[in-house]
């Protein structure tokens, strides 16, 4: 287990796009240092839900080459090692850990499409064989794992350091039965503080987005601090305010990285340095919802500024 401070958080890093699909590079290393600004130190490439589905082999594995460069003293580096064919998440696994990864994280199977049928053991008996650390991920739109067949497989892969879910009961299940050195984290900004509050680690998409402010729920979550209550609450209702008004967004729910992308343009310190573009497997927000997500965020912004975080 690696030691953190009371606002750890780790941040599943947007990928900035060109317009033909193309990774920028350039976007991305000023975006690693927009949020080491903030305070984030947990930086996991490859794994934003949403766009390692349609990121080539060849895009995943130049990101992983940024680590050697980029990567700080202190600092936490994962990568997202999931693929439909088992011996190519392994493959990516062992590559992300001789690059300088800390660890690789495998999402199980079910993430892709027509993928639903694979058995589960099969798959992770190969992917979860790394020759290093590695963490489980349960797919958050499905949240099929049990604490029984985690605990089978880190019974089975001494490597296997923890799971990240958004399945609440799971990470309890998993923490109370294989204890506290089995690292259960949070993927789901909705139970930010009520995760911190028992002290699970996060994993926070919006984080891209807004470190200072998740940061601080979770720093705050022990002390019960009803500030950082008002925040979790303020961006549970960005949140759900977004992706469910599909009327808002030409009659289709947009993706959370489409709009956590979108959300850039209208973020101090973050939308004059940073085109994050979008990846070419969703619709990106248009034009017309834009006035839509601004108000959005100026609301949640307006909240914290309110609050006077710290």
């Given amino acids: 287990m690696i030691a953190r401070d009371s606002s750890y958080v780790r941040t599943p890093v947007n990928s900035p796009h060109n317009k033909d699909g193309s990774i920028n590079y350039v976007a991305q290393r000023q975006l690693f240092r927009f949020l080491r600004t903030y305070g984030i130190s947990d930086f996991f490439l490859c794994s934003t839900t949403g766009e390692v589905e349609v990121q080539h082999d060849k895009d995943r594995k130049e990101q992983i080459?940024?680590?050697?460069?980029?990567?700080?003293d202190n600092e936490t580096w994962l990568v997202g090692t999931g693929h439909p064919v088992p011996s190519m998440s392994r493959s990516l696994g062992v590559y992300a850990l001789g690059n300088g990864a800390d660890a690789a994280i495998v999402v199980t199977p079910d993430f892709w499409p027509g993928c639903d049928r694979y058995n589960f053991e099969k798959y992770f008996n190969?992917?979860?064989?790394?020759?290093?650390?590695?963490?489980?991920?349960?797919?958050?739109?499905?949240?099929?794992?049990?604490?029984?067949?985690?605990?089978?497989?880190?019974?089975?892969?001494?490597?296997?350091?923890?799971?990240?879910?958004?399945?609440?009961?799971?990470?309890?299940?998993?923490?109370?039965?294989?204890?506290?050195?089995?690292?259960?984290?949070?993927?789901?900004?909705?139970?930010?503080?009520?995760?911190?509050?028992?002290?699970?680690?996060?994993?926070?998409?919006?984080?891209n987005c807004f470190?200072?402010?998740?940061?601080?729920?979770?720093?705050?979550?022990?002390?019960?601090?009803?500030?950082a209550a008002i925040v979790q609450d303020a961006l549970c209702h960005l949140i759900e305010d977004t992706m469910g008004s599909p009327e808002k967004f030409g009659g289709k729910a947009p993706h959370p990285v489409a709009l956590q992308k979108a959300a850039f343009k209208f973020i101090p310190g973050m939308s004059q340095e940073i085109e994050m573009g979008a990846p070419h497997a969703y619709d990106p927000v248009s034009e017309g919802s834009l006035g839509y997500l601004r108000d959005m965020i100026e609301e949640f912004l307006g909240v914290i500024e309110e609050v006077k975080i710290e």
């Fill in 65 to 72: 080459e940024l680590i050697p460069d980029q990567k700080k």
């Fill in 126 to 207: 190969e992917a979860l064989d790394v020759g290093g650390p590695v963490y489980m991920y349960d797919n958050p739109k499905k949240n099929r794992l049990t604490v029984g067949f985690v605990e089978k497989m880190a019974n089975r892969f001494q490597n296997l350091k923890g799971l990240k879910s958004g399945n609440l009961h799971l990470l309890f299940d998993c923490q109370d039965r294989m204890g506290k050195n089995f690292e259960t984290s949070c993927g789901d900004d909705r139970f930010i503080l009520a995760a911190a509050s028992e002290n699970l680690p996060v994993t926070s998409g919006w984080s």
């Fill in 211 to 227: 470190p200072k402010a998740v940061r601080y729920i979770v720093s705050q979550a022990s002390k019960e601090n009803s500030k």
